[in-house]
């Protein structure tokens, strides 16, 4: 008999520490994959100290107190384990994965990482280094230059601008005192869930959770508040100058859904059509009918308040300003005049039909759970996943489109050779501002 | 378990099973015109993943015309006799199915992914384009932007991408592996129709693809749908070149490259053996134990001891004739990269001189073994390892085979080979410098 192929309840276990455990069971593989979240990310960091809840958890997976760096490494990889750490603006979790032969042996070994990270002075200062040095790196990926600039434009002050990594500056400020202060207030262990799929039983996971957690401290805090999103007002652009380039990484976009908005799904089903398929009408014109770039989507995300929606295409210098010309007029159009029935119907029917293969292993199971647990997605958005798709009507979709997409208020961020594009890009309608960046 | 073969499908012929695993099987059935088809019933999900692997990569290409391999790939999601422009992605998405395709030196390959109620409607549409395809002028000249776009974004705007090319072009002088698998930018350009037509003819043909059908399937239906839907179809004299032999390397090749690059970068690469050699195995090992996990002996070295690089990373070519085993380094800026490549040195010499520990060597296994079982952890990971090993070894549970290989390699083993290919005058080096200090 085959799995289920929707998640039809999620189920949380909580410990008496307040951590909340997730587990799916799967015996096919001799592997866990353990993910062991906190609700505690990059939205934490206090001004000028971006990075330093990256900077924190990378401390942490640098090992125990009584053990250097390379022991820990050497020992977690002797068993055939992987840790990583991923931080994102909410969360911070440590991804463990292990031999299931020798999961008592790994779970331990981050479990004195977490109860008692050593956070030595010499480890900081080279951790850092390395940050300092990604960082300084990072500007040879174009796509990645092109979306913190559309971030940072599109939300200027606010903290959704802020990236996790940080700057060079902001890292180099944060001190040895700063890194174990932030542990100690947030690693606590109701803030923790603990995630595990694979070859392991509900019983056994509660009880290496309850190992992890209850060596935590208990403190309770109050995740920070994300203050609400000021709309934008005219069409900004931002060349991010980068010389010789053959083709322009361009993200356009504006302030899409907040996580709790009624209307979340029926923008979802629009955005489909629009652009989050192949099918959809953005691939469609740029690619399919002038081959203007290799992809072309839009994005829509979603957040405790307004995350952004934008269109991602990267066309030839040549074409680039065509490209923007068309996505915009596109763009009204859609807002204007909204989805036809039949585009509805295709997109709440691959919406619907593909649901099952997020949830085709038992980590992609956990992912959606996990997030449940940390209060990123309320419940209902997960098992009646099929059922609100199917409720949306054209008019909700078109109506939720025209509410929410603003396409006179939008960020246009291209990364590109400024000389090639700035004359005609003067041209084109509605533009308030043109700015030019250099790459750092 | 019985296993009820009723013949139904009168051209398709029963030849076996092999175990996939201790808890699995995979079935070989041939067509009659010569199409090869696996079958993994595997019920861990309501999903099933149907791959149609086809022998031909960019290494059958002819100069001239390279990466046309690459570019029919994208042709095949055009029309057909039998569907219009656009059709297949529609269709397939309106089934909830997800669908891509890859090309690379030896091989292309096509998959879908989809809830199972959707297998008829799957084989029917791939059946369908790998015979019916209409390649028509507009087709390919849109698609011909669109991989000028690709090659843009992949090569030209990318270090490591241009790098990787370079490292190639250098390392192989007489083998086909010498272009790259997306084509020089000068030969994109003049593809024409007759060139797509004449390639589709030439290699598209039942005898020569697997077609890989893994998931929560009954065996006897995917025989009858696939017979059905293929059987009818000739086969082809597929004609594919002979592959030149690539001569000895008798000397180090280098060049250096100027690029827009945040600090410079070292790529080495090294003649390895082919996928089929027993070397194959000791090689891999080798690379992971130099390059794989924070503890591992260069990584260590490169980028947490001496801080002289952001990364460092090693790999080797999975291909059916000798390749490459190659070494990646990215500097921290204002980092001389001839400083890592000293490093580098050291520590081949010293896994030439010394064998590793058994410890270290058991760690590199385990290693091994997690990542192994991560790379079949869903349905389509296993019909993608299927495929894969069957196209290239014909042996499609051959992974199962080569974690053992790994379990058994002895110390000395990896000692000898490290001697054997880890030498500078079988290297070709890439040095990429930062454009500003040209």
Redesign the interface.
């Known amino acids: ?5 929707a998640i039809s309840a999620v189920h949380i276990s909580k410990l008496r520490s307040g951590a909340r455990v997730v587990v799916q069971t ?1 015996k ?4 866990v994959e353990f993910c062991l979240a906190f609700d505690v990310g990059s939205h934490a960091d206090p001004p000028g100290f971006d990075g330093l809840a990256n900077l924190c958890a990378q401390s942490i997976r640098k090992g125990p107190e009584g053990m250097s ?2 022991a820990f ?2 020992r977690l ?6 840790l990583g750490v991923q931080v994102n603006a909410r969360t911070t979790r440590f991804r463990l ?3 299931r032969r ?1 999961v008592d042996a790994a779970i331990d070994l981050l479990t004195e990482a977490l109860q008692s990270p050593a956070v030595r002075p010499s480890d900081l200062s ?1 951790l850092k ?2 940050l300092c ?2 960082i ?2 990072s ?2 990926d ?1 796509q990645w230059i092109g979306l913190q600039q559309f971030m940072s434009t599109l939300y200027g002050a606010h903290p959704y601008a802020r990236t996790v990594t940080g700057s060079v500056q902001s890292v180099r400020r944060i001190k040895q005192q700063t890194v174990l202060a932030f542990i100690r207030r947030h690693y606590s262990q109701s803030r923790l869930v603990f995630g595990a799929a694979g070859d392991i039983d509900h019983d056994e996971a509660l009880a290496l959770a309850r190992r992890v957690s209850e060596g935590l401290p208990s403190r309770k805090i109050q995740t920070p508040k994300i203050p609400a999103v000021p709309a934008i007002k005219g069409r900004r652009v931002v060349i991010v100058d ?6 322009t990484q361009l993200f356009i976009g504006g302030l899409g859904s907040r996580t709790r908005d009624r209307d979340l799904f029926a923008l979802r089903v629009s955005n489909t059509a629009f652009g989050g ?3 959809g009408r953005l691939m ?1 014109a740029v ?8 992809g072309a989507y839009s994005h829509l995300l979603h957040g405790e308040e307004r995350a952004p929606w934008y269109m991602s295409t ?3 210098i040549a074409d680039t300003v065509d490209c923007i010309d068309l996505q915009l007029a596109m763009a009204e159009e859609w807002v204007q005049k909204g989805i036809t029935q039949q585009e509805l119907n ?1 997109s709440k ?2 919406l ?6 997020d ?3 038992a ?1 992609h199971q956990l992912g959606a759970q996990m997030d449940v647990a940390l209060s990123i997605l309320p419940e209902s958005q997960v098992v009646d996943f099929e059922s609100k798709t199917r409720a949306v009507t054209r008019k909700d979709a078109n109506h939720a489109t025209h509410s929410r997409i603003d396409p006179k208020g939008l960020v246009i961020v291209a990364v590109a050779s400024a000389d090639a594009l700035l004359p005609r890009l003067e041209k084109l309608p509605g533009i308030a501002s043109i700015e030019v960046a250099t790459v750092a | 378990m019985s296993r009820t073969r009723t013949g139904r499908a009168q051209n398709a012929r029963f030849i076996g099973t092999s175990p996939f695993g201790e808890r699995a099987a995979v079935s070989r059935y041939t067509l009659q015109n010569g199409l090869t088809l696996l079958i993994l019933v595997d019920r861990t999900a309501p999903v099933i993943s149907y791959h149609s692997w086809f022998r031909v990569g960019s290494a059958d290409e002819e100069q001239g015309k390279t990466g046309l391999a690459h570019f029919f790939e994208h042709l095949m999601f055009n029309e057909t006799t039998n569907r219009s422009q656009g059709e297949f992605d529609s269709v397939l998405e309106s089934v909830g199915a997800e669908n891509n395709a890859a090309t690379w030196t030896d091989w292309t390959m096509y998959y879908e992914t989809f809830p199972k109620k959707a297998l008829p409607l799957v084989v029917e549409l791939e059946a369908d384009r790998m015979r019916n395809l209409v390649v028509r002028e507009k087709q390919v000249n849109s698609e011909r932007e669109v991989v000028m776009n690709e090659r843009r974004m992949r090569v030209e705007d990318d270090v490591e991408g241009y790098a990787s090319e370079r490292l190639y072009a250098l390392a192989f002088k007489k083998h086909s592996y010498r272009w790259p698998t997306i084509g020089w930018m000068r030969d994109i350009k003049r593809y024409s129709v007759h060139d797509c037509q004449a390639f589709y003819n030439r290699f598209y043909a039942p005898n020569n693809v697997t077609v890989v059908v893994a998931g929560d399937v009954d065996e006897e239906h995917v025989v009858q749908l696939v017979n059905k839907a293929y059987g009818r179809i000739s086969p082809a004299t597929v004609r594919r070149p002979k592959r030149v032999i690539e001569p000895v390397q008798r000397s180090e090749r280098r060049e250096t490259v100027r690029l827009q690059s945040s600090s410079e970068r070292l790529v080495l690469g090294y003649k390895s053996p082919a996928m089929h050699h027993p070397d194959n195995v000791a090689l891999s090992v080798i690379s992971d134990l130099l390059f794989s996990g924070s503890s591992s002996r260069l990584v260590h070295r490169l980028v947490n001891e001496t801080e002289l690089c952001t990364s460092a990373y090693g790999s080797v070519s999975p291909f059916e004739d000798t390749g490459l085993f190659s070494a990646w380094l990215s500097m921290r800026p204002g980092v001389a990269a001839k400083k890592a490549e000293k490093i580098v040195n050291e520590e081949f010499r010293r896994l030439q001189r010394e064998k590793p520990s058994e410890a270290e060597l058991e760690k590199v296994v385990n290693r091994t073994e997690l990542a192994f079982f991560q790379s079949i952890d869903s349905i389509s990971a296993r019909a993608e390892q299927i495929g894969f090993y069957e196209t290239v070894l014909r042996d499609p549970n051959h992974a199962f085979a080569r974690v053992n290989q790994c379990r058994e390699l002895r110390p000395e083993t990896v000692r000898e080979v490290a001697s054997r290919y880890l030498n500078a005058d079988q290297r070709t080096v890439i040095h990429v410098v930062p454009e500003s200090r040209s």
């Open positions: 008999m085959s799995r289920r192929p799967d096919m593989l001799p592997i760096a390379i490494g050497e990889e002797s068993l055939g384990a992987q994965s292990v031999l020798n080279k280094r390395r040095a990604n300084a790196s500007i040879d174009d980068k010389a010789d380039r053959t083709q398929s192949f099918s469609q690619r399919a009918e002038r081959g203007w770039s290799y990267a066309p030839g295709a029917q691959h619907i039909e593909s649901r099952v293969l949830y085709d292993t980590l």
